[in-house]
T-cell receptor, first 110, second 114 residues
């Protein structure tokens, strides 16, 4: 069964304390892997798309990487405004179906 | 700015009373999606339209229906809401057939069932 698993479920960091969020996936063929940010009571906001193993994308304090089995979202020197739930989604090549993970709730303490 | 708009943002209905949620987009995307998201859970795809072609997920209850009268608008009808249907409903769009398949989400409609 195709699955997307994110870890940890929740993460509390001090401001400036860098860390990584994990998204592991099992699909028959990957068309793309997406990272989204979701603030409470709002819709997900697109961050990155990764298409092939070895690819990396960066935006401000965030950097996303991709291997054949997992993706990491690295957060460097986070600030309180980076607090949100980060969702990973995988699109299958077979039928273009998109599967979301449950997300990682990130809380950055000032 | 091009965007995805959902109305209303908050909807309260009574058990068994039909409700309609709406979504409009100015992105001119050919694919539109409806997701259900419960607290601390992943968004769950209910169905999507590829242009006018309707695609229902196998586990979407018959209680949920959808209409897409034109490219810009899509509606989610819940015929007889139950307490378990209380959730955030998210509309999203994407442009299929390009290298970029990312979805753009609306702000969501929070549905409460009394």
């Amino acid at each position: 069964e195709d699955q997307v698993t994110q870890s940890p479920e929740a993460l509390r960091l001090q401001e400036g304390e860098s860390s990584s969020l994990n998204c592991s996936y099992t699909v028959s063929g990957l068309r793309g892997l997406f990272w989204y940010r979701q603030d409470p009571g709002k819709g997900p906001e697109f961050l990155f798309t990764l298409y092939s193993a070895g690819e990396e994308k960066e935006k401000e304090r965030l950097k996303a990487t991709l291997t054949k089995k997992e993706s990491f979202l690295h957060i460097t020197a986070p600030k309180p405004e980076d607090s949100a739930t980060y969702l990973c989604a995988v699109q299958e090549r077979r039928d273009d179906k998109i599967i979301f993970g449950k997300g990682t709730r990130l809380h950055i303490l000032p | 700015d091009a965007m995805v708009i959902q109305n209303p943002r908050y909807q309260v209905t009574q058990f068994g009373k039909p409700v309609t949620l709406s979504c409009s987009q100015t992105l001119n995307h050919n694919v539109m999606y409806w997701y259900q998201q419960k607290s601390s859970q992943a968004p769950k795809l209910l169905f999507h339209y590829y242009d006018k072609d309707f695609n229902n997920e196998a586990d979407t209850p018959d209680n949920f229906q959808s209409r897409r009268p034109n490219t810009s608008f899509c509606f989610l009808d819940i015929r007889s809401p139950g307490l378990g249907d209380a959730a955030m409903y998210l509309c999203a769009t994407s442009r299929a057939g390009t290298p970029y398949n990312e979805q753009f989400f609306g702000p969501g409609t929070r549905l409460t069932v009394l």
